[in-house]
T-cell receptor, first 114, second 111 residues
Framework: NAGVMQNPRHLVRRRGQEARLRCSPM?????VYWYRQLPEEGLKFMVY????????ESGMPKERFSAEFPKEGPSILRIQQVVRGDSAAYFC????????????FGPGTRLTVL | GQQVMQIPQYQHVQEGEDFTTYCNSS?????IQWYKQRPGGHPVFLIQ?????EVKKQKRLTFQFGEAKKNSSLHITATQTTDVGTYFC???????????FGTGTRLQVTL
């Protein structure tokens, strides 16, 4: 049973470009969470999605950031017009049911904005 | 909003010494989880505590949930170099659909 998959593992973008991060949850998991981690800091919740629905996006910046989890395919976190401050590790986690269950984390995508 | 703080921020111990990290929430929690993140890695679930005053053990690790359900601790007995990493607590208030992660405690163990 494969774990949570994220790709790419490393992504380099220039300021103003778009970054698209993908997350495939574990088989049987329909709950996906995205977190951002700045160097030497903790994880900050961004968004919680179920298939085709955004449940909680209270941690998402209002502009430039969007997330989706379509009926078919991976969950996507999209960052438009990236800025240097977007450089961070972005982790996706999945669970078979809503919190308070254990979350299984993917390996993360390290985004560097030049 | 809810805040979860951990102390210490960093601790360096000699192998064989004990280690404790403390987690404090600004609000009452319905449950608390603990995760470990190795350098360059991703968080890995360790345990979940739900009941007030609950204590759970995993080999050399002892986890405790406070009576008021606003604090928690993780104690490692006789640390080993494999314990190196950052330990995060993460709380849920029960009404929210998300986990709020603590600030983390980075543990360094040397021989």
């Amino acid at each position: 049973n494969a774990g949570v998959m994220q790709n790419p593992r490393h992504l380099v973008r220039r300021r103003g470009q778009e970054a698209r991060l993908r997350c495939s949850p574990m088989k049987g998991h329909s709950h996906v969470y995205w977190y951002r981690q700045l160097p030497e800091e903790g994880l900050k919740f961004m968004v919680y999605l179920q298939k085709e629905n955004i449940i909680d996006e209270s941690g998402m910046p209002k502009e430039r950031f969007s997330a989706e989890f379509p009926k078919e395919g991976p969950s996507i976190l999209r960052i438009q017009q990236v800025v240097r401050g977007d450089s961070a590790a972005y982790f996706c986690a999945s669970s078979p049911s809503p919190i308070p269950n254990e979350q299984f984390f993917g390996p993360g995508t390290r985004l560097t904005v030049l | 909003g809810q805040q979860v703080m951990q102390i210490p921020q960093y601790q360096h111990v000699q192998e064989g010494e004990d280690f404790t990290t403390y987690c404090n929430s600004s609000t009452t929690l319905s449950n608390i989880q603990w995760y470990k993140q190795r350098p360059g890695g991703h968080p890995v679930f360790l345990i979940q505590l739900v009941k007030s005053g609950e204590v759970k053990k995993q080999k050399r690790l002892t986890f405790q949930f406070g009576e008021a359900k606003k604090n928690s601790s993780l104690h490692i007995t006789a640390t080993q170099t494999t314990d190196v990493g950052t330990y995060f607590c993460a709380g849920n208030t029960g009404t929210a659909s998300k986990l709020t992660f603590g600030t983390g405690t980075r543990l360094q163990v040397t021989l």
